[in-house]
């Protein structure tokens, strides 16, 4: 069981996520994410609002790695998961509302990534090292 630390949620709540997917054929797509939040330890989650590429590349393939930094500190964090989408619930609602509260769009779908693999992006000796 991966669990994020009080470390790495800092990072994630101060921080814009990077989200990395690929499509059918394995070509990659990165997009910033500035809803990425945590729902639990285990669990990231976001709001998907263009229905654009992110969001076909997770139906075609749940695999997915976002990326967040803290370029103050110099240090920041890779999660690798699976995706799953959201699309009404109780879940949809919560982030729906969370949204809506601060200007944005309501989202299309709210992805949901459990957390298989984390990652260290601060440079020096443990930079690319697998942590969990």
Do not use: H
């Amino acid at each position: 069981m991966v669990k994020v630390t009080e470390e790495m949620k800092e990072i994630i709540e101060k921080g814009l996520a990077f989200v990395g997917t690929t499509d059918k054929e394995g070509k990659p797509n990165i997009g910033p994410k500035g809803s990425m939040r945590l729902e639990d330890e285990e669990t990231l989650i976001f709001a998907e609002g263009t229905g654009k590429k992110t969001l076909q590349n997770l139906k075609d393939n749940p695999e997915v790695c976002v990326a967040t930094v803290d370029r103050e500190k110099m240090d920041g964090y890779q999660f690798k998961g699976k995706a799953e989408l959201v699309e009404k619930g109780p879940l949809y609602e919560k982030v729906a509302k969370f949204a809506e509260e601060r200007g944005r769009q309501k989202p299309i779908a709210v992805v949901k990534i459990k957390i298989e693999e984390i990652y260290s992006l601060k440079p020096g000796p443990m930079a690319g090292e697998r942590i969990v």
